[in-house]
């Protein structure tokens, strides 16, 4: 089939009610940051909207960028200058639609980011927890006993070693996840059970907490654990309106 087209009016309503955008409190707009082009031929896909992914979008003759984290967050300074000014002027300039989907993005239960990343490393889901209940916990598949196989799973799939706080010779047990920076979330995930929980990035305070517990901690890297929703909706997208697609990795040691 030849790829057609959709207008941009038609991909945000479609979105908002796929990803359910309005039951979520964010931290930034969720939906179309930057208006662009009316109509929409080519869409890129990346996780952030980095001055790099807008200029390889550019380069691709894309209409419209849609990305896990966008701009305009809670309490940032709302100046348009400096970096923030680049990445806009690049946009307006080439007429680009930048969407963007933050938490909707990570709770989706089949294109989101704890969706994708379980289905990657091999756990299924069978509860959920914390607020908006964007932590998942579940099950691991049965080759994955301990919490050194997950670790070389994790290191094999995302290409990413993950720095683990605790015994990595422990049995996983009750496995629990979530994307990005949840490190905040081992609490809940220790009263929901969990006797090893992973997720992007990791403060000070998480080591202590996984050492008190006895609950293995796994920092997976934020950009590695969050590199694949987008990818899924993108893809999604692309099939429902019959429009080209691509995604773009742009490479975060984060």
């Known amino acids: 089939m030849d790829n057609q087209t959709v207008e941009q009016k038609d991909l945000e309503a479609y979105l908002a009610k796929t990803l359910d955008v309005t ?15 009316a109509t929409i ?17 550019i380069e691709q003759r894309a209409d419209a960028i849609l990305v896990h ?9 709302p100046r348009i200058i400096g970096p923030k000014h680049q990445r806009l002027k690049k946009l307006l300039a080439q007429d680009v639609n930048l969407f963007a989907y933050h938490l909707p993005l990570d709770a ?18 069978q509860g959920r927890f914390g607020a908006d209940e964007l932590g998942w916990w579940g099950q691991a598949e049965p080759d994955l006993r301990t919490v050194d196989d997950l670790a070389q799973r994790i290191e094999s799939r995302l290409g990413r070693v993950p720095l683990i706080i605790g015994d990595g010779s422990q049995l996983l047990e009750r496995v629990a996840w979530c994307t990005g920076a949840a490190q ?18 990791i403060s000070e ?15 997976c890297g934020h950009h590695a654990t969050e590199r694949y929703g987008v990818q899924a909706l993108g893809q999604h997208i692309a099939e429902y309106f019959s429009i080209e697609h691509q995604f773009i990795e742009i490479g975060n040691p984060v």
Not at 41 to 57: E, Q
Request: one cysteine or more; charged letters at 15%.
């Open 23 to 37: 039951r979520f409190k964010d931290f930034c707009p969720n939906g179309l940051q930057v208006a662009g082009k």
């Open 41 to 57: 031929r080519k869409l890129i896909t990346g996780v952030t909207a980095s001055v790099a992914l807008i200029d390889a979008a």
């Open 69 to 77: 984290h966008g701009y305009f967050w809670r309490g940032e300074d």
């Open 108 to 125: 989706h239960p089949l294109m989101g980011n704890n969706a994708q990343l379980g289905k990657i490393l091999g756990l299924s889901e």
């Open 184 to 201: 905040g979330f081992l609490g809940e995930a220790i009263a929901a059970g969990a006797t090893v929980y992973l997720s992007g990035e």
């Open 205 to 219: 305070p998480t080591v202590h907490l996984a050492r008190e517990s006895g609950v293995t901690y796994l920092a």
